[in-house]
């Protein structure tokens, strides 16, 4: 099972970026689905959890500005990050719980972070 993340990259402060994170692989099921975030000097902290039924919770920090979705056909969850503040600078890594085949519970999953820098 491989995540693949894409959409990082340099925006100023307002702008928005759109995060993509694809699964692949021998997948049975996927169960939560979703970003975290480290900046530099900084502990990691969860952006956002979206559950295969649409459930989503969102870090304090960007409420009202980020939203995540899924397409369950296409094993992908998505980010959408709007009115972007320096603040919001970090590495985003994507996470999945997934069944693999001839396994027979959820393990959790990791995409290599992208970097998003919000910045004039």
């Known amino acids: 099972v491989q995540l693949q993340a894409s959409g990082g990259g340099l925006v100023q402060p307002g702008g928005s970026l759109r995060l993509s994170c694809a699964a692949s692989?021998?997948?049975?099921?996927?169960?939560?689905m979703g970003w975290y975030r480290q900046a530099p000097g900084k502990q990691r902290e969860l952006v956002a959890r979206?559950?295969?039924?649409?459930?989503?919770n969102y870090a304090d920090s960007v409420k009202g500005r980020f939203t995540i979705s899924r397409d369950n056909a296409k094993n992908t969850v998505y980010l959408e990050m709007n009115s972007l503040k320096p603040e919001d600078t970090a590495v985003y890594s994507c996470?999945?719980?997934?069944?693999?085949?001839?396994?027979?519970?959820?393990?959790?999953?990791w995409g290599k972070g992208t970097l998003v820098t919000v910045s004039s």
């Open positions: 692989g021998r997948i049975v099921s996927i169960g939560s």
């Open positions: 996470f999945a719980n997934i069944v693999e085949e001839l396994v027979t519970k959820y393990m959790d999953y």
């Open positions: 979206i559950t295969r039924g649409g459930t989503t």
